[in-house]
């Protein structure tokens, strides 16, 4: 059931919507909608990126809020087509986390 604002002047109450009302408020939603295969081009391909920084491309291309583009990430990552990787800090500290489409590098033991 909608509710849409009484056309009454002086009359502040929800009122059932009619039909034209419900179909202008359905066509003024704006759902937004992921391109994952954009999101995919903007992930390198070897040296990984830091997230932060894969998130920001994201969102200045596509306009899109944080929480979509989070799980666009890890719906691609789920899907094996990126992966989390470690970025190295120029600064003293640990490690960040970045993005790449290649997986982590395997390092052989040296006995």
């Not at 059932?16 to 179909?23: S, Y």
């Not at 391109?35 to 291309?61: F, H, N, Q």
Request: proline content about 5%; aromatic content about 4%.
């Amino acid at each position: 059931m909608f509710y849409a604002h009484s056309q009454e002047p002086g009359n502040i109450v929800w009122v059932r919507a009619n039909q034209d009302q419900i179909v202008a408020a359905k066509a003024s939603s704006r759902i937004k909608t992921v391109d994952l295969t954009r999101v995919l081009s903007m992930v390198p391909m070897l040296s990984p990126e830091a997230k932060v920084v894969v998130e920001e491309k994201i969102r200045c291309d596509q306009n899109l809020g944080r929480d979509l583009i989070q799980r666009a990430l890890k719906r691609l990552e789920a899907e094996g087509k990126i992966f989390t990787r470690r970025v190295p800090n120029s600064r003293k500290g640990r490690s960040l986390t970045g993005w790449a489409k290649t997986p982590e590098p395997e390092v052989e033991e040296v006995t």
